[in-house]
């Protein structure tokens, strides 16, 4: 959970989820087969080979030559058997993130008709997985038969030596039935422990799989004993602040934010208008250091962000987007999630400053579970997207962090909540430093300060009634919006 966004969006939850369980159940089954090998070879192939010893010593050549044959075909089969379970476990993650993905998105599935296409995408991850497994099975068949061939010559060796020793007068019958027996035992025990020993390499196998992922290297990552952040006044700073997504760093044209210099004053209301592309969204997912920059630095009351650790940086900052996604929990632990050491009566009294305690009072899951209990399904697809966002404003009310960040945060309302839940937003920025993204630049237009963007670089500051007096970029979007229609070019904050 500490790795980049990156990290997130360039794979299936349902994969990383897998892996992550593999990568325990197979460090927990290694470590086991482990010590049981270690003491069963202590115990009968040492073993065996005293005990031979004390009937006659030539009796050890048939053992020795067997042991150095097993231990060949251990080096030659098992490392690749480990190889084959790595590739396996991938793609048995694979196939879970694709199923995982089609659930997730069910709803975009039966909207489109495509449960057939969804079904062969699976299948086709279910091929990889099969071939996979039929690799592995059979280089266990020809590792079995290769083991079965040396048993039987150990068996071969073992009773003509024997029987050639006591016709020698060397050794007794009763010397043969021990040799042939404790050769017959071993046969079985070997068995036994090379299988021991693949399953061991193969669960060795996942691991490393897992491993791969799960501790890879941090893009972004705290400096050593980075400091907390402390928030006196909340000034914001952007100094020639350069980024792009894995292209190349000052490049023109292609960098997502251009040489951005900035100034928030403590406790000013700033809004960010532009073009859909224009980095908006991209300026708050950079304060929240999702990103590390390509240049530059965003300094708040003098800190570098870089500096401090993300944890108390992102806890000094309240964020509502237009996304909103909520956890499959009860409605109090998702608006308690802003403050987890609330009380109810302020998780209630933030429930209605968001006018959320409306629909909260009448929910019922299917478990019985009413109002403030009631559980909201995975991603909170039991509630409209109105309510989802009501719910996630109450918790970031709740939060009452010194900065606020604003992405649509009222886009998935109807007219009549957007304008009571404005109302307790206007309330909620006294004191505090906000940076607001509206898609509709009326919600936006009483704020301080207007920044318009554009090709990642700020084309226009000022006020809403300065802004059309100057009749710029700003003025053609609000006209646009304002004539009663949505043109191409028209502000967007879906970035």
């Given at each position: 959970?500490?790795?980049?966004m990156?990290f997130?969006?360039?794979?299936?939850?349902?994969?990383?989820?897998?892996?992550?369980?593999?990568?325990?159940?197979?460090?927990r089954?290694?470590?086991?087969?482990?010590?049981?090998?270690?003491?069963?070879v202590?115990?009968?192939?040492i073993?065996?080979?005293?005990?031979?010893?004390?009937?006659?010593a030539?009796l050890m050549?048939?053992l020795?030559?067997?042991?150095?044959?097993?231990?060949?075909?251990?080096?030659c089969?098992?490392?690749?058997?480990?190889?084959?379970?790595?590739?396996?476990?991938?793609?048995?993650?694979?196939?879970?993130?694709?199923?995982?993905?089609?659930?997730t998105?069910?709803?975009?599935?039966?909207?489109?008709?495509?449960?057939d296409?969804?079904?062969?995408?699976?299948?086709?991850?279910?091929?990889?997985?099969l071939k996979?497994?039929?690799?592995?099975?059979?280089l266990?068949?020809?590792?079995?038969?290769?083991?079965?061939?040396?048993?039987?010559?150990?068996?071969?060796t073992?009773?003509?030596?024997?029987?050639?020793?006591?016709?020698?007068?060397a050794?007794?019958?009763?010397?043969?039935?021990?040799?042939?027996?404790?050769?017959?035992?071993?046969k079985?025990?070997?068995?036994w422990?090379?299988?021991?020993?693949?399953?061991?390499f193969?669960?060795?196998?996942?691991?490393q799989d897992?491993?791969?992922?799960?501790?890879r290297?941090?893009a972004?990552?705290?400096?050593?004993?980075?400091?907390?952040l402390?928030?006196?006044?909340?000034?914001?700073?952007?100094?020639?602040?350069?980024?792009?997504?894995?292209?190349?760093?000052?490049t023109?044209?292609?960098?997502?934010?251009?040489?951005?210099?900035?100034?928030?004053?403590?406790g000013?209301?700033?809004?960010?208008?532009?073009?859909?592309?224009?980095g908006?969204?991209?300026?708050?997912?950079?304060?929240?250091?999702?990103y590390?920059?390509?240049?530059?630095?965003?300094?708040?009351?003098?800190?570098?962000?870089?500096?401090?650790?993300q944890d108390?940086?992102?806890?000094?900052?309240?964020v509502?987007?237009?996304?909103t996604?909520?956890?499959?929990?009860s409605?109090?632990?998702?608006?308690?999630y802003?403050?987890p050491?609330?009380n109810?009566?302020?998780v209630?009294a933030a429930?209605?400053?968001?006018?959320?305690?409306?629909?909260?009072?009448?929910l019922?899951?299917p478990?019985?579970?009413?109002?403030?209990?009631?559980?909201?399904?995975?991603?909170?697809?039991?509630?409209?997207?109105g309510?989802?966002?009501r719910?996630?404003i109450?918790?970031?009310?709740?939060?009452?962090?010194?900065?606020?960040v604003l992405?649509?945060?009222?886009?998935?309302?109807?007219?009549?909540?957007?304008?009571?839940?404005?109302?307790?937003l206007?309330?909620l920025?006294?004191?505090?430093?906000?940076?607001?993204?509206?898609?509709?630049?009326?919600?936006?237009?009483?704020?301080?300060r207007?920044?318009?963007?554009?090709q990642?670089?700020?084309?226009?500051?000022?006020?809403h009634?300065?802004l059309?007096?100057?009749?710029?970029?700003?003025a053609?979007?609000?006209?646009?919006?304002?004539g009663?229609?949505?043109?191409?070019?028209?502000v967007?904050?879906?970035e």
């Amino acid at each position: 959970l500490r790795q980049s966004m990156d990290f997130f969006h360039n794979d299936f939850a349902g994969r990383v989820a897998t892996k992550v369980m593999q990568t325990a159940l197979g460090v927990r089954d290694a470590v086991m087969k482990f010590t049981e090998v270690v003491v069963y070879v202590l115990v009968y192939f040492i073993g065996a080979l005293v005990l031979v010893a004390t009937s006659d010593a030539r009796l050890m050549a048939p053992l020795l030559l067997w042991l150095v044959g097993y231990g060949a075909c251990c080096w030659c089969f098992v490392p690749r058997m480990g190889k084959l379970s790595e590739i396996q476990a991938d793609m048995r993650s694979l196939v879970t993130g694709r199923v995982v993905d089609s659930y997730t998105n069910v709803s975009t599935v039966k909207l489109f008709a495509h449960a057939d296409r969804e079904d062969s995408y699976a299948r086709e991850g279910m091929g990889w997985m099969l071939k996979s497994v039929n690799d592995s099975m059979r280089l266990s068949t020809l590792m079995t038969s290769t083991l079965q061939v040396l048993s039987g010559v150990l068996i071969f060796t073992m009773s003509a030596l024997a029987i050639w020793l006591w016709y020698q007068d060397a050794i007794t019958t009763g010397a043969i039935a021990f040799s042939i027996g404790l050769t017959l035992r071993l046969k079985a025990m070997s068995q036994w422990i090379i299988w021991e020993v693949a399953g061991l390499f193969e669960d060795v196998g996942v691991v490393q799989d897992g491993i791969e992922t799960i501790a890879r290297e941090r893009a972004i990552a705290d400096r050593p004993a980075a400091p907390a952040l402390i928030v006196t006044t909340g000034a914001i700073a952007f100094e020639s602040v350069r980024f792009n997504y894995g292209k190349p760093a000052g490049t023109r044209g292609h960098d997502i934010v251009d040489g951005l210099s900035l100034k928030i004053a403590p406790g000013e209301k700033v809004g960010l208008v532009g073009r859909s592309g224009a980095g908006k969204s991209t300026i708050a997912n950079l304060l929240l250091r999702f990103y590390d920059l390509a240049s530059g630095r965003i300094l708040i009351d003098g800190q570098d962000i870089s500096a401090v650790s993300q944890d108390s940086l992102r806890a000094a900052i309240g964020v509502v987007t237009q996304d909103t996604s909520l956890l499959h929990r009860s409605v109090l632990e998702n608006i308690r999630y802003g403050r987890p050491d609330a009380n109810m009566a302020d998780v209630e009294a933030a429930a209605r400053k968001a006018h959320a305690d409306d629909f909260i009072t009448s929910l019922v899951d299917p478990k019985g579970r009413r109002g403030f209990e009631a559980h909201v399904g995975e991603r909170g697809v039991k509630l409209s997207g109105g309510q989802r966002q009501r719910v996630a404003i109450a918790r970031v009310l709740l939060k009452n962090a010194p900065i606020l960040v604003l992405d649509e945060a009222t886009s998935a309302l109807d007219s009549e909540v957007e304008a009571a839940i404005q109302e307790n937003l206007y309330a909620l920025m006294e004191g505090k430093t906000v940076i607001a993204v509206a898609h509709r630049l009326s919600t936006i237009a009483a704020m301080d300060r207007l920044v318009v963007m554009d090709q990642g670089q700020i084309v226009e500051e000022g006020t809403h009634r300065t802004l059309l007096r100057k009749g710029g970029l700003y003025a053609s979007l609000w006209q646009r919006q304002s004539g009663g229609f949505l043109a191409a070019e028209t502000v967007d904050a879906a970035e």
